[in-house]
C-alpha cells in the first residue's frame, strides 16, 4: 500500500512544446519546493565554453527585463521563502522554497529569469572576478583542490575531467553574447523539467508552468557523443603550503542506472558510511590516524567515481595506505557477515526514509528520478532491490570492483615534504 500511494502521489505531465512537470503532493506540510531543472552541465560546454553553465547561473540572478538583482532576492525573502541554484557536470537547477500559498510567484520569479536575463555588461564584468575569486576559494581548500585533480586525472582527456567553475582563462573571456548563445543552444523545453513538491495541487501547477513557460518554442537539443577513453591509474603528487596531508585511493565508478550500482552502494556503507564503518573503526578509532576519512560514490549518466579521502600526517600516509588496502582485500576475500549487512542495510534505508522529511530534498529526488530513469523511483523499489542484495553478491561484486589495478592514488602534501 505504502508503494501505491507514493505513486498516486506523485504525478507528470508533458507540455505541447516538451517541457515535463513532475508534482509529489505531501498533505503534511504547509510548504512547497519549486525547481527549474535544466538538462546542462559542464560537460556540455566545448573546451572554449568551460565554466559558462556555472556562469550563467550566477548571471541568473543578476536582474531581468522587468526585475533587478535586489527585486529578484527580495521576491522571496519578502514572503518567508529563498531562493536559489546549483550547478552540476550533468543539470543545473533554479529553486525556491516558500509557503505553498506563494507558489504563483515562485514560478513567476524562476520562469522570468529563464526567460528575460538582461545580462547588464557591468554585472558580467563585475561576476567574473567573483566566479575567479570562488576558484581561488576552492584552491585554498585542500580537499577540494586535491578533489579536482584527482577527477580531472580520473577523466583526463574527456569532458568530466573539467572543473564545474571552469578556468580563469576562459571565464575572464565570456561576453553577454556567449550566454544568450549557450542559453539558445541549451535552455529549451525538451530539455528542461519543472519539479514541485510539498502541498501542492498538480493541476494548478501544470496550469502556472503552462502560462508561464508553455509558450517557450522547442528546438531539439545538439547532442555531441562522449565517449569515454581509456583510464590508466597513476600516483598524482602535489603540494602546498598546508600543514595536514590529504590522501585519496579511488578508481572509476558506476554510472547511475548500473546492475551492480545497490552492491556498490552497500559495499560503500560498510566501508565508510559513517562513525560505525570499518575505515573509521579502523584507521581513526583502533590507530587514531587521522580526524576523517570517509568513502564517496559520484555516479553519472555513462560512469562514475568511487574512492577513499582522509585528511593525516605525513608520517601516517604510508600506514595509512595499507590500512585502506586490507580492508579493500578483505571485502574481496570474505563475505560480510549477515549482522553487519542487515545493519548496513537499515542504516541506507533510514537514510532515505529521513530526506524525505524535507520537501527540497523530494523535490530533488522527483528531478533527478525524471531525468536519469525517465520514470519516478518509489522508495518501495530502492528498499527491495537494497533488501534482495546478498552478502554472496556483495563479495562477488567486490572481488572484481575493488582490485588495486584499477585504483589511482592522489596525495597532496604539506611544502618540501613530498
Partial sequence: MENLKEIESVTKTTLPNGLRIVTEKIDSVKSISVGVWVKTGSRNETDKQAGVTHFLEHMLFKGTDKRTAYDIALSMESVGGYLNAFTSSEYTCYFARCVNTQMERA??????????????????????????EEMKMYRDSPDDYLFEEFSSRMFKGHELGRPILGFENTVSEFKREDLYDYMADRYVPGNMLVSVAGNVEHDKAVELVSDYLGRMPDKPVNGTPQPLNGFKPERLELTKSIEQTHYILGRRGLNFDHDDKYLLLLANTVLGGGMSSRLHQNVREKYGYCYSIQTFNQSYTDAGMWGVYVGTDKEYVEHVHELVVAELEKMRSESVPEKELEEAKSQLKGKLLLSQENTSNRMMRLAKSELYFDRFVTLDELVENIDAVTAEQVQAFSEDFFDQQYFMEAVLTPNGEL
Wanted: aromatic residues 4%.
Fill in 107 to 132: 514560478l513567476d520569479v524562476l520562469s522570468d529569469m529563464v526567460l528575460h536575463p538582461s545580462f547588464p555588461e557591468e554585472e558580467v564584468e563585475k561576476e567574473k572576478k567573483v566566479v575567479i
